[in-house]
């Protein structure tokens, strides 16, 4: 069975301050990790990505990700952060592409100005 | 990049009426598509996964008759949610996974706004 867990469920830093979105995983195989971003009203768009290449991950708008084994993690980070980053964003693990996500129950980021 | 396309965004009809939410894979295609319902302020809840040409996989507590699923090709698969009540009204998501390409993620539709009156 695999599960995230997403630490905290609403996270306020200040425009250009860094953003880091906990997430841990639970997996007994390799897992398949991603961050999603969720705009009011619309669906889920990817983030980043990780499939077991590099452990740092990079992905859109400037965020980044680090998969550590030993700490079941992969806390999602963006240096400066934006007004346009305010959203909700999900921790997924799945098996495989085909395979069924499984999401964290989210966490609502808010910049202040 | 991959595009999913849900249709429509937002339903507003009365209760008993049943509604039809259709996901299209623009440019690939999804020999898997998955349905999610999202409440307010709440995660995605799986309800089902489909996959072209066999019966849908529904998770435990999702009523199969109730929310229809239907995948005949690999760009299309459809949720019909029948006599449809106040308490089916929720934000319902699809995503669709690229073929047999194992590293690929899902990619989501913009989700369909269901109220029933």
């Known amino acids: 069975a695999q599960s995230v867990t997403q630490l905290g469920s609403h996270v306020s830093v200040s425009e250009g301050a860094l953003v880091l979105l906990r997430c841990n995983y639970s997996s007994s195989v390799p897992p398949y990790l991603f961050w999603y971003v969720q705009y009011p009203n619309q669906g889920l768009q990817l983030l980043l990505k990780y499939t077991s290449a590099a452990t740092l991950v990079k992905g859109i708008n400037g965020f980044e990700a680090e998969f550590k084994k030993s700490e079941t993690s992969f806390h999602l980070t963006k240096p400066s952060a934006h007004m346009s980053d305010a959203a909700e964003y999900f921790c997924a693990v799945t098996r495989g592409g085909n395979e069924k996500l499984t999401f964290g129950t989210g966490t609502r980021l808010t910049i202040i100005p | 990049g991959a595009v999913v396309s849900q249709h429509p965004s937002r339903v507003i009809c009365k209760s008993g009426t049943s509604v039809k939410i259709e996901c299209r894979s623009l440019?690939?295609?999804?020999?898997?598509m998955f349905w999610y319902r999202q409440f307010p302020k709440k995660s995605l809840m799986l309800m089902a996964t489909?996959?072209?040409?066999?019966?849908?996989?529904?998770e435990q507590g999702v009523e199969k008759d109730k929310f229809l699923i239907n995948h005949a090709s690999l760009t299309l698969s459809t949720l019909t949610v029948t006599s449809a009540h106040p308490e089916d009204s929720s934000f319902y998501i699809c995503s669709a996974a690229p073929g047999q390409i194992v590293n690929q993620p899902q990619h989501f539709g913009d989700g369909t706004r269901l109220s029933i009156l």
């Open positions: 440019d690939f295609q999804a020999t898997t």
């Open positions: 489909s996959n072209e040409g066999s019966k849908a996989t529904y």
